[in-house]
Each structure stands twice: as C-alpha cells, then as structure tokens.
C-alpha cells in the first residue's frame, strides 16, 4: 500500500510525540485572589463551579485567566460568574 505522506509529515512521525497538547494544559494559570474573592461572593455561582469536574474548571480557568487585557479577563470572569449563576456549562 503506497503512504501518501508528505516528507514534513514523515519528518514529524519520526520525531515522535513533542509533548505539545492543548493550550488550556500548558502553563496553567489559577485565578487571581481578586478574582476568587468576586467568584465567591457569588454564592451560588462559586458552589457551582466548584461541584464541576477538575478538567472543567481548568478549562474556564484558562479561557479567564489566558486573555492579555485585564478588561477581557474581567469581562470573561462575568461571563463564566453568570453562567455558573444560571447553572450553564
């Protein structure tokens, strides 16, 4: 059977796995205490949050915490606190 591969592709299977996943497990950030200071006074949104499975919240986690603007990360943290309000994933 003939491999229609291109030689960067062959390049890259002979080199094997380069550890690269998603971006969300790399460099993992944690909220900051700002931040989980105004996610737990919402109450009923931080016990949400935190019933959620680990991989769960590290995902939002990263979307919160990846933005470079500090206006996008609160602006996400909103998002995710009013979300996790209405009991939406």
Same mark, same amino acid.
């Given at each position: ?10 390049? %890259?299977?002979? *080199?094997?796995?380069?550890?690269? &996943?998603? $971006?969300? #497990?790399?460099?993992?950030? !944690?909220?900051?205490? %700002?931040?989980? *200071?105004?996610?737990?006074?919402? &109450?009923? $949104?931080? #016990?949400?949050?935190?019933? !959620? ?13 990846? $933005? ?22």
């Amino acid at each position: 059977m003939e491999r229609r591969q291109s030689e960067e592709g062959r390049d %890259a299977e002979a *080199r094997g796995p380069d550890g690269a &996943g998603y $971006a969300y #497990e790399e460099n993992v950030k !944690q909220l900051t205490p %700002a931040m989980i *200071r105004e996610f737990r006074s919402h &109450g009923k $949104a931080w #016990e949400f949050f935190q019933a !959620q499975a680990p991989s769960y919240r590290k995902k939002v986690t990263h979307w919160v915490t990846s $933005a470079k603007q500090e206006a996008t990360r609160e602006r996400r943290l909103s998002k995710l606190i009013d979300a996790c309000e209405k009991g939406e994933i």
